[in-house]
Each structure stands twice: as C-alpha cells, then as structure tokens.
C-alpha cells in the first residue's frame, strides 16, 4: 500500500508539474502575441499667436523658413530688420504646395513677395491652408541677421 500511495503522489506531482508548465507556455505565448498595427493619425496642430520671434543668422546661398498652419480666415503679421541697409534678403509668404517651386527656382505663386530688403513689414490676410514665411538669402554673399516677428491673429 505504502507503494501504491507513493506511486499515486508521485503521479499527482507529475501532473501538477506539467499542468504548471503548459499554464505558463500558454501564458507566455498569450503576453507575446503580436497586435495588429493602429492606423497612425496625424493631428494638425494650427497655429495661433506668435510664431516667429528674435535674431535668426541666414547664411549666404541659404534661406530661413518659418511655418504656420492655419485653419480659418486670418491676418499674418510681422516684420523682419536687419541691422544695417547693406544686410538685404528677399521675403516670400508663399502655400507650403509651393516650396517645391521655389526651391527649384520655377514659377509660383507668392501670397506676398518683396525683394532685396533690409526691413519690411508684413500685413496679410489668409485663409485656411499651410503656408511659409521665408526669408531668401541665396543670392547673397555675405551672412545675414535679422530680427524677425511674425504671429496670427
């Protein structure tokens, strides 16, 4: 008898052992199954306020670019200064669909362009669309600094 009831623990304990190893294989496999990849949702973020201030440096043969987003009927703003009237750029507030082209040097359509400038202010109404406020010095020689203030009302 005292076999038999050795037997029979030893059995239990054999079933114990594998009943804890398959609990822990299907929990292994149940933590690390893959999920299915969410569908990315990218969220525009429209700007308000201001959202180009202080001295910027734009190198010769370089431009300065500074983005808006804006989601309703708006005025931009602002006004950029160089600290003396040999430091000229050109100015562009152009759609962001556009940048391609002038970056190429192709025709487009600027919503504002003023050209060979040491200050210029800026005083334009928008609507809704991506747009770039750039200030162009590729065709100069020499850097230049600028104090720039561009906001959405």
């Known amino acids: 008898m005292a076999i038999m ?3 029979r623990t030893h059995l239990i304990a054999t079933i114990a052992v594998l009943a804890i190893i398959f ?8 933590v690390n199954r893959e999920e299915e990849p ?5 969220q525009k973020t429209y700007t308000s306020g201001n959202f180009a201030s202080g001295e910027v440096i734009i ?7 500074f983005p ?3 989601n309703r009927r708006t005025q931009l703003l602002g006004s950029f200064e160089t600290p003396d009237e040999k430091s000229k750029v050109d ?5 962001a669909e556009d940048r391609p082209k002038w970056e190429s040097g192709a025709e487009f359509k600027a919503e504002s362009a003023v050209r060979n400038l040491s200050t210029a202010e800026t005083n334009l109404t928008l609507g809704p669309g991506s747009f770039i406020v750039i200030l162009d010095n ?3 020689k020499e850097e230049v600094r600028a104090t720039v203030n561009y906001s959405v009302d």
């Open 5 to 7: 009831l050795k037997h």
């Open 23 to 30: 609990i822990a294989v299907v929990q292994i496999i149940r």
């Open 38 to 42: 969410k569908p990315v949702v990218i």
């Open 59 to 65: 190198a010769p043969g370089t431009a300065q670019e």
């Open 68 to 70: 808006f987003e804006l």
């Open 91 to 95: 100015l562009f507030v152009i759609k």
């Open 138 to 140: 590729r065709s100069g």
